[in-house]
C-alpha cells in the first residue's frame, strides 16, 4: 500500500506563494504519474497539474493556473511538489495529492492513490 502526506497549505494574501508538498510512503515497485487536484466548496474535483514518471507536464496544466503554478518531483525522495505563485482568490481550496503506482514488477494494473487534502486559503 501506499500512503500520500501532504503539506504546506495554509492562508495566504492574493499575489503570494505557497509550495506544497506530497511525500509518499509504502511499499511501491514504481509511482508513475502523480498530480495534484483541488476541490473548492460545492464544486467538483479539478485537475490542477501532473507529471509523469520521466518529468513530462505538458498539456498537464489546467488552464486557470498556466504560467502561474508549476509541478515537480524528486523521484529518490518519493515527493511531488506544487509551486503556485500569484494565487487569486478562485485558488481557495482542498488541494489533494494524487499518485498510480505500479506495486511490483510485471504488475498488470496500476493502482490509484490520494493523500487526506491540504487548504489552500487566499485572501483577496
Given at each position: 500500500?501506499?500512503?500520500?502526506v ?26 508513475n504519474?502523480m ?22 507536464t505538458?498539456?498537464?496544466y ?44 510485471g ?18
Amino acid at each position: 500500500q501506499v500512503q500520500l502526506v501532504e503539506s504546506g497549505g495554509g492562508l495566504v494574501q492574493a499575489g503570494g506563494s505557497l509550495r506544497l508538498s506530497c511525500a509518499a510512503s509504502g511499499s511501491v515497485f514504481r509511482l508513475n504519474t502523480m498530480g495534484w487536484y483541488r476541490q473548492a466548496p460545492g464544486k467538483q474535483r479539478e485537475l490542477v497539474a501532473a507529471i509523469t514518471s520521466g518529468g513530462i507536464t505538458n498539456y498537464n496544466y489546467a488552464d486557470s493556473v498556466k504560467g502561474r503554478f508549476t509541478v515537480s518531483r524528486d523521484n529518490a525522495k518519493k515527493t511531488v511538489y506544487l509551486q503556485m505563485n500569484s494565487l487569486k482568490p478562485e485558488d481557495t481550496a482542498v488541494y489533494y495529492c494524487n499518485a498510480a503506482a505500479t506495486l511490483f514488477p510485471g504488475a498488470e494494473y496500476e493502482y490509484d492513490y490520494w493523500g487526506q487534502g491540504t487548504q489552500v486559503t487566499v485572501s483577496s
